[in-house]
């Protein structure tokens, strides 16, 4: 029962350069939340997607950052023209479908992405 | 607007003795969760202990136990018998439904630090 899976687990980009984070979400999940956390800082939401639809991207910057989550295949988070602040690391975390019986929807977090800007 | 406070950037404890870290949160939902997440250096979120507005007993799990006071709004997680594996950061959630989807927020963390 394979957990939340990102890649790539370490990331380094020159400033300019696309970042692509991937994601896939545990088994029968169809819920993935996308958090950022700076060095010595808490989790901060970016965005809530389900497949093929984004329910909440009020944590996203506006510029350069976009999300996916196709039928097929892993969730994305793309950060176009990285610069030195987009340094930080990046959580993925899935939780299964709302209304599922007994179920406390708890997330479950991937082992992250560092990105790294130079 | 909804919040998750940790006052303790730090906390220190013994090995073997108890500690509880403290959590305000702040909501006008009838309905959320609050959960508490554990991230040792080694950078991964660790689920650890979950409890649903409605429940009426505090939730434990092993060594966790979560102190649920509705009306004061807190529910501080409290470690038993500390080891010195437990040294981490600590994080509080909540988690709201609105219009029958989820979000969750955390709060600023605590960092445990157990000592020998």
């Known amino acids: 029962n394979a957990g939340v899976m990102q890649n790539p687990r370490h990331l380094v980009r020159r400033r300019g350069q696309e970042a692509r984070l991937r994601c896939s979400p545990m088994?029968?999940?169809?819920?993935v939340y996308w958090y950022r956390q700076l060095p010595e800082e808490g989790l901060k939401f970016m965005v809530y997607?389900?497949?093929?639809?984004?329910?909440?991207e009020s944590g996203m910057p506006k510029e350069r950052f976009s999300a996916e989550f196709p039928k097929e295949g892993p969730s994305i988070l793309r950060i176009q023209q990285v610069v030195r602040g987009d340094s930080a690391a990046y959580f993925c975390?899935?939780?299964?479908?709302?209304?599922?019986?007994?179920?406390?929807?708890?997330?479950?977090f991937g082992p992250g992405t560092r990105l790294t800007v130079t | 607007a909804q919040k998750i406070t940790q006052t303790q950037p730090g906390m220190f404890v013994q090995e073997k003795e108890a500690v509880t870290l403290d959590c305000t949160y702040d909501?006008?939902?009838?309905?959320?969760?609050l959960f508490w997440y554990k991230q040792p250096s080694s950078g991964e979120m660790i689920f650890l202990i979950y409890?649903?507005?409605?429940?009426?007993q505090n939730a434990t799990e092993g060594r966790y136990s979560l102190n649920f006071q509705k009306a004061r709004k807190s529910a501080n997680l409290v470690i038993s018998a500390s080891q010195l594996g437990d040294s981490a950061m600590y994080f509080c959630?909540?988690?709201?439904?609105?219009?029958?989807?989820?979000?969750?927020?955390f709060g600023t963390g605590t960092r445990l630090k157990v000592l020998a």
């Open positions: 975390a899935s939780s299964p479908l709302p209304g599922t019986s007994g179920m406390t929807y708890e997330q479950y």
């Open positions: 409890q649903g507005s409605y429940d009426e």
């Open positions: 088994k029968g999940h169809s819920h």
């Open positions: 959630a909540m988690r709201e439904v609105t219009s029958g989807t989820y979000k969750y927020i």
């Open positions: 909501t006008s939902d009838q309905s959320y969760g």
């Open positions: 997607l389900q497949k093929e639809n984004i329910i909440d």
